[in-house]
């Protein structure tokens, strides 16, 4: 038996530039954050590239002192059905509104690669 | 399903509290040292007549084995679960089910940390999951702020509302010459305060103190004869629905509405027959979802339900008579002041702060980011 090792593979297809998300194969249902075995069912899971596009769950910003800047911190709903945390950056942290439509892009922070979100309209 | 918890044959005997505050030069252990053996006293007991012991430290991982050291005790249960600030509810439910089981004759439920004088700084060795860490949530507070947002979204519940939260608990501690933070408190100063992760302000966010705590279990047979008036557990029920907050199932929903029901049933009441309620506000937001979800008003009404001083002093269902975690005592975890203060209410020893007649308390812990939910039901001998 092979093993899968989710999070090495996801952090390898990050690497390559794509946002993975895992299927089941037994109920088609889209998982996120990697595992071994779909949620609830331990059934298997194959990987598929995410869609990319999301809603806006919820929204924080975060505050900090100047002239350090507040962040803001979201919660995205995955087109595929996931929810996962991220940011939306490209407007102000406080302009992120919850049903905001916006789009995955993969950013570099601390040299590593990390999945944010910018609102759709920019994407047209 | 209804299941066979043992409503009203264990009770709580010995309750007590140390350091709450500031208690600098001790460590955690000594502060839940000193508040054991208070209880324990109070029934006429000492440690060497403890065969179950609950314990959570906020770092020492096998925290339950250091602290039967400490006391020099050797039991035959340890439970040293790590579910948050939830776990001590937790403990009340499973030392009732372990005592009446016949298991164990005498559980200690205990509690202490020192953070505030050790570090000044909530305290845990809680490592950021890799899913949520790159994005930085100021945890947990963001947390429980995204919770928040969405209550605001589905509800249109208000900052102001949150500030009521903040206010009654105030007024409580007022009453309450142990509580913490006692300086008077206006809509003005809260409306002015500092905001940490967006809506949830400093204002918003419980303590950061020091404190120890515990309680003493007994069948309600051997707690007949005991020295202290026996404090009987009628429910007790635990739910867990997620770690991180993204994975929250419903971010307006909490378990306690199935932990809540549960421990209802178990006792066979209502929120309607509870005369006293403490729950676990580490957040104000933490008070409205719980108000919600243990049935004291609507889903979506908690803001609007705590409006008008509702749930302040003199207010027309009392909420953290202690002054709960936002204005009594925070050390890292609450759960079992919230206990402890609903057993002073049904003794009647809450001084001030007394609620004439209370005869059912419920005690509400939370853990983690609205995660793990557990509701403990009270009541005196004439509830049983």
């Known amino acids: 038996m092979s093993e899968p090792k989710p999070d090495e593979e996801f952090r390898r297809f990050l690497g390559e530039g794509r946002f993975m998300i895992q299927r089941s194969l037994e109920t088609g249902a889209y998982v996120f954050f990697p595992r071994v075995a779909e949620p609830g069912t331990g059934a298997a899971l194959e990987w598929v590239q995410a869609s990319g596009r999301g809603t806006v769950h919820a929204t924080t910003v975060v505050r900090k002192k100047p002239p350090e800047p507040s962040y803001n911190v979201a919660l995205i709903d995955l087109e595929e059905g996931p929810r996962m945390m991220s940011r939306v950056e490209g407007v102000e942290p406080d302009a992120v509104v919850i049903g905001m439509a916006v789009r995955a892009a993969i950013a570099e922070q601390d040299g590593e690669p990390v999945i944010v979100f910018t609102p759709a309209e920019v994407w047209g | 399903m209804s299941d066979r918890f043992p409503r009203g044959r264990t009770a709580i005997v010995g309750a007590a509290v140390f350091g709450q505050g500031r208690a600098p030069g001790y460590e955690a252990s000594d502060l839940a040292a000193v508040a054991s053996i208070n209880a324990l006293k109070q029934a006429g007991l000492a440690p060497a007549d403890v065969d179950g012991l609950f314990f959570c430290h906020g770092t020492d991982t096998l925290g339950g084995l250091s602290f039967a050291q400490y006391l020099g005790i050797q039991p035959k249960v340890v439970d040293n679960s790590r579910i948050g600030g939830s776990a001590f509810q937790a403990y009340v439910e499973l030392a009732a089910w372990l005592l009446d089981a016949g298991m164990i004759e005498v559980a200690l439920i205990a509690y202490g940390s020192n953070q505030a004088s050790a570090a000044g700084k909530l305290v845990n060795t809680v490592r950021p999951m890799p899913y949520e860490g790159p994005y930085r949530p100021l945890n947990p507070v963001s947390s429980y702020a995204l919770a928040a947002g969405r209550h605001m979204h589905a509800f249109g519940t208000t900052k102001a509302q949150l500030g009521e939260v903040a206010l009654a608990a105030r007024g409580w501690a007022q009453l309450n010459p142990e509580a913490f933070k006692r300086d008077p408190l206006t809509a003005e100063d809260y409306a002015a305060s500092r905001l940490v992760s967006d809506p949830l302000g400093v204002l ?8 120890g705590a515990a309680v ?3 069948r309600a047979d051997r707690a007949r004869d005991l020295a202290q008036i026996p404090i009987h557990v009628l429910g007790a029920a635990s739910e867990t629905t997620h770690r991180e907050i993204a994975w929250m199932p419903d971010l307006t929903v909490t378990g306690a509405a199935r932990s809540g029901e549960r421990a209802y049933r178990q006792a066979g009441l209502s929120s309607r027959e509870v005369d006293v309620v403490q729950v676990y506000d580490a957040f104000t937001i933490n008070t409205i979802l719980f108000l919600e ?16 001083g509702r749930i302040a002093p003199g207010g027309e269902l009392p909420v953290n008579t202690n002054g709960g975690g936002l204005s009594c005592v925070h050390p890292g975890m609450n759960g ?6 609903a057993v002073r209410q049904l003794r009647g020893e809450a001084g001030d702060r007394q609620i004439a007649g209370a005869e059912v308390a419920l005690a509400h812990g939370n853990g983690g980011v609205l995660s793990s939910q557990a509701t403990v039901i009270l009541g005196t001998a004439a509830a049983c």
């Open chain 2, 204 to 211: 918003d966010c419980c303590l950061v103190t020091d404190g």
């Open chain 2, 216 to 218: 003493v279990m007994t």
């Open chain 2, 293 to 308: 979800d243990l049935g004291f008003c609507p889903k979506g009404e908690g803001g609007r339900f705590v409006e008008g």
């Open chain 2, 336 to 341: 079992l002041f919230g206990i402890i203060e």
